[in-house]
């Protein structure tokens, strides 16, 4: 059975969908969201449980996608369930926020995290500059940000390292 298990996870995501977050995607989101983030905690840090705040009950979507005008959400879905999330902020000067993007921790390593960021990139193909902030211990995220989406370090702050991609006009 075990072996069965392992071969389903191992295939391929071929269709993703992305799709506006509704209060009503909340409690699912939130779950993803937590195994994601604690997930990251324990690879990391060594702990149990982390994330920013209201990661593990809601609030950090009640704050920053239904709280912010200048935000919006998006779920990604897969094999017709929600496997992770992002959320985009509407910056001055025709700037964009990443600002967060997380997937189900068995989704991982699979190539859906570049796809994710193309879709970020075709839907607002008009943005100057995109920005992000990711923990300093998330080495993951650098290499990902850095080597996959073509984003560069430029600030170094407490814990964390400042990303932007400065995009081209063709």
């Not at 269709?15 to 324990?42: G, K, N």
């Not at 075709?122 to 990902?144: I, Q, V």
């Not at 400042?162 to 006009?169: A, F, G, N, P």
């Amino acid at each position: 059975m075990r072996g069965c298990a392992l071969r389903e996870m191992e295939r391929a995501v071929t269709d993703l969908l992305f799709e506006e977050i509704s209060e009503a995607d909340v409690p699912e989101l939130t779950a993803v969201m937590t195994r994601a983030f604690d997930d990251d905690a324990q690879k990391h840090l060594g702990q149990e449980r982390g994330g920013p705040p209201g990661y593990d009950d809601g609030e950090f979507f009640r704050t920053w996608v239904f709280g912010h005008e200048e935000s919006i959400g998006y779920k990604i879905i897969a094999d017709g369930k929600i496997i992770g999330g992002l959320i985009v902020w509407f910056l001055k000067n025709g700037d964009k926020g990443l600002g967060t993007v997380f997937l189900e921790p068995a989704y991982q390593d699979q190539g859906i995290g570049t796809r994710t960021w193309q879709f970020v990139e075709r839907t607002y193909p008009e943005t100057r500059n995109w920005w992000l902030e990711t923990p300093s211990w998330a080495t993951k995220n650098h290499y990902f940000y850095e080597e996959k989406c073509g984003f560069r370090r430029v600030d170094v702050r407490e814990d964390s390292f400042i990303y932007r991609k400065e995009m081209v006009e063709s």
